[in-house]
């Protein structure tokens, strides 16, 4: 009777112990489930609280900039409001100019280096290989003042130049040149292997198929880091705010002082004239276009290299 | 630094080290590549030498002062760096703080709670905003938020007890303040931070998620559990360079925090960092003073090749542990 009883006991107690687990269980599943939902809308709360200020930025840039954008923005030489006429801003043709001056020129100077040097870290292996690897990387993250110091330094000092178009296009080449190698660089270790295989068993000579085979297969690769590089550049304010002293003229020569879009939106945002604080949203929408328009062509360029490859 | 660079970065980290073809020594082509690279050599060298010559006789004349002194006198001294230093450090840890709380939660958000066909738009538009140049930023907080601050969030800040001990007075004239350098830094290096992490997040392994999920975790447990912890060393990489980013932003927070040389812990007077005085001061500097400016240069540069050596060496390792999962 007593072993029944024992026997018994357990039995119940096993019974009201499945019941309270499943009640706890059940508890915790309500408790947990409700922290997961508390979580989800708190991280998309931060998306949200992520995008209010972006796309306010942008709302105030289309909105106030549109307005100033005409047909004398661009080709007008800018004006100091007076007094008298408070409202004369003129246009921003130098800028302009100056941009796309600066911007050819620190082309012509990191495009060909930065191609070379990046297909040199992905050919060859040498201690001085891995060295410019890791130099162009902490290159690629230096803030861009620097790259105006160096600049002003070497070539408005040292070197006598003045300040001039050219070194500010030397500031911005030393800003793409990291960003060309390191794409380069990847551009070119990602052809197949079997494509130089291919070239090699048909008898070319290493070279020969670095340039013909290789190079070809990785020129999307190439073109969408040059393209991210000047988008950079183009926006850059800091290195050429110390060296290309801000000229008010339409100048391409590269030894005069231009000015630059970045460098008119840093000057005038503190001016004290309204007029002319109203026109930098303009050259700001126009820079921001101009950048997007680069970054997006970058975009297109590699999606049709992975369309290309599948 | 360009979004696009850190992402490219993150891929470079994958590479295998050696040659993928057999040696092409002996050829014209192969002096070429070898000029280029000797010539890289000789810009980098220069571009570390440049500077610091440049700023050797403020080391010489003045030593530790420039780390450690207060005010700065133009065009013959005393300079004391401490005043950017400390602003530097300010600005960049608050945005920092801002950018990761909220960067971290949108990027999760991506990776996991927005339907599959809109990711690729959202990323699209990520990598858009950080390719913004960084005056467009600057131009919006000066013009927009300083005033908004000035009038609105200032006073309410102003009206909570013990704030104005912490954040100082808010009768600034402009509305220009460390504050508000911070928010705008903030917001500059939020997309760059997202950017990142979200490729980190996305390539936590598939069959951790659903090993967790089997095993009745909810999104949020699998996500804390899992994601996180794998993603770790990752999202301490996308941190650094953030911040690297954050302490090496110049002309947004030359326009916005205000570009007073003083040593400030009230973050609502106005205040300047590295960056930003190097370029408000340059432009009329001479002699002793553009020295002085280099050097302050040199210590830009030793933080920012710290930070991106602690970046780097993070990433890394995320990738061989994730290469051993």
């Given at each position: 009777m007593s072993d029944l009883l024992d026997l018994e006991e357990p039995k119940d107690t096993g019974h009201e112990m499945r019941d309270e687990i499943r009640k706890t269980s059940e508890r915790s599943r309500a408790r947990r489930q409700a922290t997961s939902r508390v979580m989800v809308i708190l991280c998309s709360l931060a998306l949200l609280i992520a995008a209010v200020p972006l796309v306010l930025l942008m709302y105030q840039l289309f909105r106030q900039g549109a307005s100033q954008v005409d047909w004398t923005f661009f080709t007008k030489l800018p004006t100091t409001p007076t007094l008298l006429s408070p409202n004369a801003t003129g246009g921003i043709s130098n800028d302009i100019i100056g941009t796309i001056a600066l911007t050819i020129y620190a082309s012509i100077l990191a495009i060909p280096v930065g191609v070379l040097v990046g297909v040199y870290l992905a050919e060859t292996e040498s201690k001085l290989a891995t060295t410019l690897r890791v130099v162009s990387q902490t290159m690629a993250g230096a803030p861009s003042i620097l790259m105006g110091l160096f600049a002003f330094s070497?070539?408005?000092?040292?070197?006598?130049?003045?300040?001039?178009s050219i070194a500010g296009s030397f500031a911005l080449a030393v800003l793409m040149l990291p960003v060309i190698i390191i794409s380069t660089e990847i551009a070119v270790r990602n052809v197949p292997l079997t494509l130089r295989e291919a070239g090699l068993a048909l008898g070319a000579k290493p070279h020969k198929v670095s340039l013909r085979i290789v190079l070809p297969t990785a020129l999307t690769g190439i073109v969408t880091g040059v393209i991210l590089a000047i988008s950079r550049a183009v926006g850059e304010t800091a290195p050429v705010l110390l060296v290309i002293g801000g000229g008010y003229t339409n100048s391409w020569k590269p030894f005069d002082p231009v000015s630059a879009m970045p460098l008119a939106i840093y000057e005038n945002a503190?001016?004290?004239w309204p007029a002319q604080r109203a026109q930098v949203w303009g050259i700001a929408l126009v820079l921001v276009i101009f950048v997007f328009i680069l970054s997006l062509t970058a975009r297109i360029w590699a999606s049709r290299k992975q369309q290309v490859r599948n | 630094m360009s979004n696009a660079a850190a992402v490219d970065l993150l891929e470079h980290e994958e590479m295998e080290e050696g040659?993928?073809?057999?040696s092409i020594s002996r050829s014209w082509y192969h002096y070429v590549l070898i000029a280029a690279a000797l010539l890289f050599t000789a810009i980098s060298l220069g571009f570390v030498g440049t500077i610091f010559w440049s700023s050797w006789p403020t080391w010489i004349h003045h030593g530790v002062t420039l780390l450690t002194g207060k005010g700065w006198t133009s065009?013959?001294?005393?300079?004391?760096?401490l005043a950017m230093i400390t602003g530097t450090l300010e600005t960049s840890l608050i945005a920092l703080v801002i950018a990761v709380i909220i960067g971290l939660g949108t990027s999760i958000s991506i990776v996991f709670f927005i339907p599959r066909r809109f990711r690729t738009i959202v990323a699209t538009l990520v990598e858009l905003l950080a390719a913004i140049p960084s005056v467009v930023y600057g131009l919006w907080g000066l013009l927009v938020i300083a005033p908004w601050m000035q009038t609105t969030v200032n006073p309410w800040l102003n009206s909570w007890p013990f704030a104005k001990e912490i954040f100082g007075n808010s009768g600034q004239e402009f509305g220009t303040s460390l504050l508000l350098a911070s928010i705008v830094l903030g917001i500059m290096i939020l997309p760059t931070f997202v950017a990142i992490s979200r490729e980190v997040i996305a390539v936590v392994p598939q069959d951790l998620m659903e090993a967790s999920l089997s095993l009745g975790a909810t999104r949020w447990q699998m996500i804390r559990e899992v994601v996180l912890p794998t993603a770790k060393i990752g999202l301490f990489g996308a941190t650094f360079l953030a911040l690297a980013r954050a302490t090496g932003e110049t002309v947004a927070v030359a326009l916005?925090?205000?570009?007073?040389a003083n040593v400030q812990f009230h973050l609502l007077y106005p205040g300047t960092s590295i960056a930003a005085w190097i370029a408000t001061e340059f432009g009329e500097s001479q002699g002793n003073e553009v020295s002085a400016l280099m050097a302050l240069g040199v210590i830009l540069m030793v933080l920012n090749v710290c930070l991106a050596l602690i970046s780097r060496s993070l990433v890394s390792r995320q990738r061989r542990a994730l290469a051993r999962v």
């Open positions: 070497l070539i408005v000092h040292d070197l006598n130049v003045g300040f001039s503190k001016s004290e | 040659p993928v073809s057999s065009p013959n001294g005393p300079f004391g760096g916005v925090a205000g570009s007073v």
